[in-house]
């Protein structure tokens, strides 16, 4: 059934070369597709889980972080001089360029933390993006990375090590404080981390955040792009903005002015003392599979190409 589904998106994709389209960050063009009834409505999960190796295609992301595909990633190596991928298994070390590229920038700053021999990366992207078959609504269009909080002490570990070791949690009281594992190293990296201009947004546990707005003495500019989230205490999740002229590529709005501790504080009292429901909110809309016809048309000329 898959082979088959491939096929007719090849089919579709080819039909569709003639046809004018957007223009993506290499000056490439890349033909807008028309899905049939049919391919619309299969799960994009399960057809974007199933590829194995990205698109040649030019580098692009296509959609929004929890909507789209990536064209032509690139594969973060498992191993590199101050970084290691994790979870090998998953298949979810692939990014655009500019996330590999900032992957690896980052980790040679947190070598330079003492006890850090550089990073642990966790989920990337799968190779040509889109939904997954388990875990994140996001990571989507290969400008998402977690790292670990585990200090990367050691980089010789072996893929059946990379499978079994796991992070660590930095989070006390479900997340309205840190716990005894936060270091001033973690403050660092993440300040490293949310400093480069690549950068739009991190997402941490709140009581991270409002520990690093009490901590700062200095420069308090990058606390902005630190946004308290739930979960996220074994890890902290990167997201990088849309490249300079990645015309398919759908950015998330900035965070709100000012170093947003204010907002964190918010949160961990929200934690500390959860306020009562609100009976007049709507109910929540059940969570629905996203499908091909929910992705940008372009996605089905990924799926498609070699």
Not at 181 to 208: C, M, Y
Not at 292 to 305: G, I, K, R, T, Y
Request: with cysteine; aromatic share 6%.
């Amino acid at each position: 059934m898959i082979r088959a589904v491939f096929t007719a998106l090849a089919l579709v994709a080819l039909s569709s070369c003639s046809s004018g389209g957007g223009r993506d960050i290499s000056g490439e063009r890349i033909a807008p597709v028309k899905l049939d009834p049919v391919l619309s409505s299969k799960q994009a999960k399960q057809l974007f889980g199933a590829k194995g190796s990205a698109s040649a295609q030019p580098s692009d992301p296509i959609g929004f972080y929890s909507k789209g595909c990536q064209a032509g990633a690139v594969q973060l190596p498992e191993t590199g001089p101050t970084w290691q991928a994790m979870r090998l298994s998953r298949n979810r070390n692939w990014g655009q360029p500019e996330l590999v590229d900032y992957v690896q920038d980052l980790s040679r700053k947190a070598a330079k933390l003492p006890g850090w021999n550089g990073i642990y990366v966790g989920d990337m992207s799968q190779p040509r993006g889109g939904p997954m078959l388990t875990g994140h609504a996001s990571h989507q269009i290969g400008l998402d990375a977690d790292i670990w909080m585990l200090p990367a002490s050691n980089l010789n570990l072996s893929a059946k090590e990379r499978e079994n070791i796991s992070s660590i949690s930095l989070r006390r009281s479900s997340g309205a404080y840190t716990n005894d594992n936060w270091t001033p190293q973690h403050h660092e990296l993440l300040k490293a981390a949310a400093s480069d201009p690549r950068v739009a947004r991190i997402f941490v546990f709140p009581g991270a955040k409002v520990k690093m707005c009490n901590d700062e003495k200095g420069d308090r500019s990058y606390l902005r792009k630190i946004r308290p989230w739930y979960g996220h205490h074994y890890h902290f999740h990167v997201r990088l903005n849309c490249p300079k002229g990645a015309s398919y590529c759908t950015d998330q709005s900035p965070p709100p002015a000012g170093d947003g501790c204010a907002d964190a504080e918010q949160w961990v009292r929200n934690i500390l003392n959860p306020p009562p429901p609100d009976p007049n909110a709507p109910p929540p809309k059940p969570k629905r599979e996203l499908t091909m016809a929910d992705l940008p048309n372009q996605c089905a000329a990924v799926l498609s190409s070699k």
